[in-house]
């Protein structure tokens, strides 16, 4: 088993920045590309970034490109969301995802593990 733990999440004005963290636990020996998403109110859960890991490949959401980073530490075992110029339409709660054995992607389907999710509120 693996528990995946958000942190970072809270309410900016817009333009503002945060950095989101995911922490895991557990299977951490083997290998796990990790993803973020997020869902906003009344809305279907969204692909925002994703790293394999090697951090060689990453990918972004055409809607954060340029604004949002994905990294991550394989030794804290920690993945980390820089998220600057945040605009009102950024306010959901972001989940983390990992994906053992899998590649870094844009589909929920092939991440396995989930965080509890974190909120961001990005105010006008």
């Known amino acids: 088993q693996v528990q995946l733990v958000e942190s970072g999440g809270g309410l900016v004005q817009a333009g503002g920045s945060l950095r989101l963290s995911c922490t895991a636990s557990?299977?951490?020996?083997?290998?796990?590309?990790m993803g973020w998403f997020r869902q906003a109110p009344g809305k279907e859960r969204e692909f925002v970034a994703t790293?394999?890991?090697?951090?060689?490949?990453?990918y972004y959401a055409a809607s954060v490109k340029g604004r949002f980073t994905i990294a991550r530490d394989n030794a804290k075992n920690t993945t980390y969301l820089s998220m600057n110029t945040l605009k009102p339409d950024d306010t959901a709660v972001y989940y983390c995802?990992?994906?053992?054995?899998?590649?870094?992607?844009?589909?929920?389907?092939?991440?396995?593990?989930w965080g509890q999710g974190t909120q961001v509120t990005v105010s006008s």
């Open positions: 790293i394999n890991w090697s951090s060689r490949i990453t």
């Open positions: 557990g299977r951490t020996g083997d290998r796990y590309a």
């Open positions: 995802a990992a994906s053992f054995g899998g590649q870094a992607s844009d589909y929920e389907s092939v991440y396995s593990y």
